[in-house]
């Protein structure tokens, strides 16, 4: 049975390497705080010491952190994952990050004899914790095929997008939908209260319409039960969309409506909810996230 690596286990991350040992799977652990694999450890996880020892630990590594500097630093540190020999290894890459960074992985992994695939997710944390969370895949057909069962462990749906860098294209495609759908459900809250309606009674009849969609069922009713607590940071959806308009700007393309939602994120990151939820985003308006009694 292969050696699983996993490097990253946050909100997202601990729940995929949970649910790879509850199929069986051989799992080395790896996260800056060491705490945080606890009780990974506890589960059956092993934990070592550094990116570099999760590699030669292991033969297919899985990475999923924050930004793309902490990928760079897993990848190219002395420490990281390429300061070891990688041939016949595979590399999955689940950080949403740069189609430049992904392609440069794969290409550094080539050279090493090994292989790189990018392979953002999207679901949040109860796609995570539930294993229903959506694969979006950049790379070598032979290899994803290979690393396809164990996306089956914690993904619903996968595809293989094209060649190394498209996975990530593929995620900016999908943030930019979700701006739209975060921003939409926002303010028809906000409205819908303002306009003295029962909040339950609408959420439930526009989920059974076409304005149903992913945000609306998981995040309103967070935001009811004043629940901001980060299935999703607010911090990393920033640097999502700022990676989006660099690359439609790349393609000159102009996005005014993933413009304007990174604006308003901005502005909730500046009041100090950057690592709250996406859903805090109601907090522009309604003071510490509570919603506001109106009058009949």
């Not at 495609?173 to 609408?202: C, F, R, S």
């Not at 069922?217 to 607010?234: C, Q, T």
């Amino acid at each position: 049975m292969s050696q699983i690596g996993f490097i990253g286990t946050g909100v997202m991350g601990a729940s995929i390497v949970r649910n790879m040992i509850k199929q069986g799977l051989n799992v080395n652990v790896y996260n800056r705080t060491k705490s945080k694999t606890d009780e990974l450890i506890k589960e059956g996880a092993v934990w070592q010491e550094t990116p570099a020892a999760i590699t030669e630990a292991s033969d297919i590594i899985f990475t999923m952190v924050g930004f793309p500097k902490d990928v760079e630093t897993i990848y190219f540190n002395e420490n990281g994952i390429f300061s070891k020999d990688i041939t016949d290894k595979i590399i999955v890459d689940l950080t949403t990050s740069t189609p430049t960074l992904a392609e440069k992985i794969a290409v550094k992994a080539n050279e090493l004899g090994g292989i790189a695939l990018d392979a953002p997710v999207s679901g949040g944390d109860l796609g995570a914790k539930n294993g229903t969370l959506t694969i979006m895949v950049g790379g070598d057909q032979a290899a994803y095929e290979k690393v396809l069962p164990i996306f089956k462990t914690f993904g619903k749906t996968f595809t293989l997008q094209g060649e190394s860098g498209k996975g990530q294209h593929t995620k900016m495609a999908n943030q930019i939908m979700i701006a739209g759908t975060m921003t939409g459900m926002t303010e028809m809250m906000v409205y819908a209260n303002k306009a003295g309606l029962d909040l339950d009674k609408v959420i439930e009849t526009l989920s059974g319409g076409s304005a149903a969609n992913w945000s609306l069922s998981n995040y309103s009713p967070r935001i009811l039960k004043e629940n901001y607590s980060p299935g999703f940071f607010v911090k990393h959806f920033i640097k999502d969309l700022k990676i989006a308009l660099d690359e439609a700007e790349k393609m000159n393309l102009d996005l005014p409506a993933t413009k304007l939602a990174t604006d308003l994120y901005e502005k909730l990151a500046n009041k100090g909810f950057e690592n709250d939820g996406t859903q805090a985003l109601i907090k522009l308006w309604w003071t510490d996230g509570k919603q506001p009694m109106t009058k009949d």
